[in-house]
C-alpha cells in the first residue's frame, strides 16, 4: 500500500514539475489561421505571431508568473488572452485595421498591455482581482478601448493618439485608479468608478474632444484638463467628501 501511495505522489510531483517553465512559440504566416495555446503552472512562456489577414490567436493561462506576448499584422486578425492566477502578464501588439484584442485577467497582481497601431481597433480587457493593472496605447482613426476592473488597487492607463477614437474605463472597489490621455480630433472618453478612494485623471488636447465623468461612492478625486477648441467636459459625482477639478484653454 505504501508502494502504491508513494508511487502516486512521485507521478503527481513529476506532473506538477512538468507544468512548470514551459515555453511556446507560434508564427503564422497567411490567411485564416488559427493558433491556442493552453498553459499550466508556473513560469511558462506563450509567444505568437500571425502576419496577414483573418487569424486567430487564443491563449490560456492558469496559475503563477507566466506570459503572454501575442504580435498580430495584418487585417481582421483577432486576438483572446485569459490568465488565472497571480503576478501573470500580457502583451499584445496588432498594427494594421479591424484588429480586435480581447484579455481577461483574474486574480492578484496581473497586468495587461495593448498596443495598436491602424484603423478601427478594439481593445477590450477585463481584470478582476486585486493590484492589477491595464496599459492601452492606441494611435490611428476609429480605434476603441474599453476597460472593466473590479476590485481593489487596480491602474488603468489609456493613451490614444488620433482622430474619432474612444475611451471607455468602468472601475469597482476602492483605490482604483484611471488615467486617460487623448491627442488629436474629435475623440471621447467614458470614465465610470463605483466605490471608495478610486481617482480618475483625463487629459485631452486638439479639437472638438470630450469627456465624461461619472463616481458614485466617497473620498473619489476627478481632475480633466483640455487644451483646445471646441471641448466638452461633464463630471458628475455622487457620494461624500469627491473632489473634481476641471481645466478647459484655447
Known sequence: MKKVVLSAFALLFATAMFAQFNGSSVVQLGLLNGSDVDQTGLLNGSSVTQVGILNGSDVDQVGILNGSDVDQFGLANGSAVTQTGIANGSDVDQIGAFNGSDVDQTGFGNGSSVTQIGIANGSD?????????????????????????????????????????????????????????????????DVDQIGIANGSSVIQLGAFNGSSVLQVGALNGSSVTQLGLGHGSTVTQIGIGNGSSVTQSN
Open 125 to 189: 480587457v477585463d481584470q478582476l482581482g486585486a493590484f492589477n493593472g491595464s496599459d492601452v496605447d492606441q494611435t490611428g482613426l476609429g480605434n476603441g478601448s474599453a476597460v472593466t476592473q473590479i476590485g481593489l488597487g487596480n491602474g488603468s492607463d489609456v493613451d490614444q493618439i488620433g482622430a474619432f477614437n474612444g475611451s471607455d474605463v468602468d472601475q469597482l472597489g476602492a483605490l482604483n485608479g484611471s488615467s486617460v490621455f487623448q491627442f488629436g480630433l474629435a475623440n471621447g472618453s
